[in-house]
């Protein structure tokens, strides 16, 4: 992002002095920023840490909500080894517990061997499906299992690209989780999702305009969470 974004975002007077970047060599890098700020502002240690390729979009979005519900920061790795500075990153923020979000193509068993050994960590789990679509709705399952979201609020966000899904994320402030899905139709595994919130969800929303999400995914939505419109 470039200097004149920052520029002209200082240059909104309650904005003014507020501004702040922060950055790495790399996306990398980057993350694992992110993340020790996260774990100044929260006062140490954070604990808790997300795991998703570094390559690929899909996975981090699904964790999103997840990293804002539970205050977890997300670290990216490549699919086949655990990069030095993810591996920084976990030992800054005194990290005890990783979730890897995705499958074995996306985060290698190699990286989820690595974790395991580190020394302070002492518990890693996988949460994964066949497909970004199958992933997300496990992410949703498990936080609502871990009682971390409730199924009161869901988001939906098209899974093939990530600015609607990025924004999307905000999600985890209301509570809820963050489904991906096809532009044109529900995936099998976020239409089983929705079908267990029939009668429990009470706000639904899709991001993303109709020539991303289109109107037949809002008909679908609320024929499986409210019966019809």
């Not at 240690?45 to 979005?61: E, K, R, S």
């Not at 790795?77 to 976990?90: F, S």
Request: charged share 15%; proline share 5%; net charge negative.
């Amino acid at each position: 992002m470039g200097t004149g974004v920052e520029t002209a975002l200082n240059g909104k007077p309650a904005l003014s002095g507020n501004v702040h970047r922060i950055s790495g060599l790399d996306r990398y890098e980057t993350a694992r920023k992110v993340a020790e700020a996260m774990h100044d502002a929260a006062g140490p240690p954070l604990g808790n840490a997300i795991v998703v390729c570094g390559t690929n979009f899909a996975d981090g979005l699904a964790a999103s909500p997840l990293s804002y519900a539970d205050r977890r920061p997300i670290l990216l790795t490549p699919p086949t080894y655990a990069h030095p500075q993810m591996l920084g990153a976990l030992a800054s923020i005194e990290a005890t517990n990783v979730v890897i979000v995705g499958g074995t193509g996306a985060v290698g068993s190699t990286v989820q061997t690595t974790l395991g050994n580190r020394p302070g960590i002492s518990e890693v789990r996988r949460c994964w499906g066949d497909t970004r679509f199958d992933t997300a709705a496990a992410v949703a399952e498990h936080c609502i299992d871990a009682d971390i979201l409730t199924r009161d609020f869901v988001g939906y966000a098209l899974g093939r690209d990530f600015p609607d899904g990025l924004a999307g994320g905000v999600a985890g402030k209301a509570g809820g989780a963050l489904l991906l899905t096809e532009s044109w139709v529900e995936p099998e595994s976020t239409q089983f999702f929705n079908f267990d919130c029939a009668g429990i969800t009470t706000t639904a929303r899709v991001f993303g305009g109709p020539g991303v999400v289109w109107g037949s995914i809002l008909g679908m939505v609320n024929d499986d969470l409210f019966g019809g419109f």
